[in-house]
C-alpha cells in the first residue's frame, strides 16, 4: 500500500474513518491540574579525540629592516650681501 502525505499534511490513501465536523468538549476544572511526567535524558558522548601533538617552539628572529638612505648635506656658499643701490647725478659742465 503506498501512503502518501498531502501538502496540508493529511494522510491519503489510508482506510482509516474520520470524522470532518469533530465534537469538541470543553470543560471548566475546580482545581488546579498538576501533570507529572517522568522523563529520561541521556547524552551521548562524543568520542574521545586524538591525543595533542607536542608544541614546538622555534625561535626566529625578524627581518632586518631596510638599511636607511644614505644623508645628503648639500653645502653651498653664503649669497653674497646686496651692494648699495648706485646713483648717478648729472653734472652740469660750464665750459669757458
Known amino acids: 500500500m ?3 502525505i498531502a501538502p496540508n499534511g493529511r ?3 489510508l482506510n482509516i474513518q474520520t470524522d470532518h465536523e469533530p ?3 470543553v470543560k471548566p476544572s475546580d482545581q488546579n ?3 507529572k511526567q517522568q522523563v529520561n535524558v541521556r547524552f551521548l558522548a562524543p568520542p574521545p579525540g586524538p ?3 607536542p608544541i614546538i617552539i622555534k625561535e626566529r628572529q625578524a627581518p632586518a629592516p631596510p638599511q636607511p638612505p644614505p644623508v645628503i648635506v648639500r653645502q653651498r656658499p653664503p649669497t653674497p650681501p646686496t651692494p648699495p643701490p648706485l646713483i ?3 653734472i652740469s659742465f660750464i665750459v669757458c
Open 51 to 53: 591525543e595533542p601533538a
Open 88 to 90: 648717478i647725478r648729472m
Open 2 to 4: 503506498l501512503l502518501v
Open 11 to 13: 494522510f491519503d490513501n
Open 33 to 35: 491540574v498538576h501533570y
Open 23 to 25: 465534537l469538541h468538549v
